[in-house]
């Protein structure tokens, strides 16, 4: 541990509690909504393979760097850089890193609670429908029985159009997260993570069986593993590895957060490797939970973005017992996305609490009002401001609305810029002992971590910062 200020006196319960509540935050929506999405988008097996190369050889070895870095500072994300680089001999300056990952962080949420909002929403629509059929005595029907498919796809513009229902919603879904961080790491975090992260499991296992049985999952698997290089341009590697980051919460101070609450005694690396591989395993499953749905009553897998909200009620109205399993799959995201909020506004609370002395009700509340107005403006996107384009002058966010452009902005930008600093941090800056007492790898297999961390991460994550921000040069 390295000496320093502003330290936290908070932690895990145990290292199961921090292994969960870390899963927490990597499983959600970008699980479950965004990798499906750019999977079938971008021609399914061999964006699949050079994802899972993606997390295998960038995001692995960076998740123990943030882990890492968090636990030695044992403060926020600004805290630990700074803390961590005192202890390196380097300049108080790399707190910057910190800064990045907590404004990273306060804009995802933002938006993420918006769209959560949404989840929320349908959890409503599905769960009126299901509640119907069961006191109809059939809770086995299939979802919306009598409507035509356009009034159940419509159901999603409807709502975008209404600017006080896509309040109200995130209203509720802002006010669920912090409630949830202001009760502490013990008492709110931990038990949320304890709580629905197994529920999001076992909804996750049984709706993929249903899907199995009485969905396509022959043309799944060949969908999601026949590699077709062919499709594997250079923006599909690019969304790829930004996915990666996203995916597993890099670059936005959760993993440095939640590392500073981890004890001595835990074992970093096989932790990291467990958050890591629970990630990506649960995307794929996602994804082989969706698919033959969709291929069921042969929908487009490539719809995007609207391929849950729009498409899959469809395909539960086809499907028997459609209402029930329309309804818990509504559920199941919800859960996702309530872990994974929680540790967004985490990050900026714990800033709050360590660097300005804040109570933990009082930074939390503060993150999340100011998140919430920055997320009214996403929501008044779809509606009374949608012909506003923030960043318009801008080619790649030039028909960008506002939500699209805080997403595009941090994902393209600050996420890649945060992993970037964190690898050359990591694994040039830090002092070397101190990384390799922390990480509690030896031999070769430090050497290869930080191999991965020093060389390949930063030239990859560069790439991806240089050809997303310059499409133009990408060669095609
Ligand atoms: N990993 C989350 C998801 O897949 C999104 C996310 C990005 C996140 N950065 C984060 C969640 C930081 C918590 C903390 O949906």
């Not at 929908?299 to 849950?308: C, E, Q, R, S």
């Not at 199941?332 to 609370?349: D, H, R, V």
Request: net charge negative.
């Amino acid at each position: 541990m390295v000496a320093a200020t502003h330290q936290t006196s908070e932690g895990w319960s145990s290292r199961w509690a921090f292994i969960l509540a870390a899963i927490g935050a990597a499983v959600g929506l970008g699980n479950v909504w965004r990798f499906p999405t750019l999977a079938g988008e971008n021609g399914g097996g061999a964006f699949v393979l050079f994802y899972i190369g993606c997390v295998v050889l960038i995001g692995l070895p960076l998740v123990l760097s943030e882990i890492l870095v968090g636990r030695a500072g044992r403060s926020d994300a600004v805290g630990s850089t700074r803390n961590v680089a005192a202890a390196s001999g380097r300049s108080s300056r790399w707190a910057v890193l910190g800064w990045v990952e907590i404004i990273t962080a306060f804009l995802i949420v933002s938006f993420y609670s918006v769209v959560a909002g949404w989840v929320f929403y349908y959890v409503g629509v599905m769960g009126v429908d299901f509640f119907g059929a069961l006191a109809s005595g059939d809770p086995f029907a299939s979802a919306f029985q009598g409507e035509a498919a356009e009034t159940v796809q419509g159901r999603l513009g409807g709502l975008l159009g209404n600017p006080w229902m896509l309040i109200a919603m995130h209203v509720v879904f802002m006010g669920v997260t912090f409630w949830v961080v202001a009760s502490g790491v013990h008492d709110g975090i931990e038990k949320a993570a304890i709580w629905l992260m197994p529920a999001f499991f076992v909804l996750l296992i049984g709706i993929t069986i249903y899907g199995a049985v009485v969905g396509d999952m022959t043309e799944t698997l060949a969908f999601m593993f026949q590699p077709d290089f062919s499709r594997l341009t250079a923006q599909a590697m690019n969304e790829a590895l930004g996915q990666a980051l996203f995916s597993m919460s890099l670059g936005s101070a959760a993993l440095m957060t939640y590392g500073a609450y981890v004890s001595r005694e835990t074992k970093l690396a096989p932790t990291a490797a467990m958050i890591a591989f629970a990630d990506t395993g649960v995307a794929i499953i996602a994804g082989l939970m969706i698919f033959p749905i969709v291929f069921a009553v042969g929908l487009d897998p490539a719809a995007g973005p609207t391929l849950v909200f729009q498409s899959l009620p469809v395909a539960f109205q086809q499907m028997p017992a459609g209402s029930l399993i329309g309804f818990l799959f509504f559920v199941l995201i919800f859960f996702a996305a309530l872990t994974s909020s929680i540790s967004l506004l985490e990050g900026p609370t714990s800033w709050g609490i360590n660097e300005r002395g804040w109570s933990r009700g009082k930074s939390a509340g503060i993150f999340a009002f100011c998140a919430f107005l920055i997320g009214v403006l996403c929501a008044l996107g779809y509606n009374i401001l949608s012909d506003v384009r923030p960043l318009g002058f801008w080619n790649i966010f030039a028909e960008a609305d506002i939500l699209d452009t805080v997403d595009g902005f941090t994902g393209k930008v600050m996420l890649p810029v945060a992993a970037l600093l964190t690898a050359i941090f990591v694994g040039w800056r830090a002092d070397k002992k101190l990384v390799e007492n922390e990480s509690g790898l030896e031999g070769a297999m430090f050497g290869v971590w930080r191999f991965l961390v020093a060389w390949v991460s930063p030239i990859a994550v560069g790439l991806i910062l240089v050809f997303g921000l310059f499409p133009g040069l990408v060669p095609q």
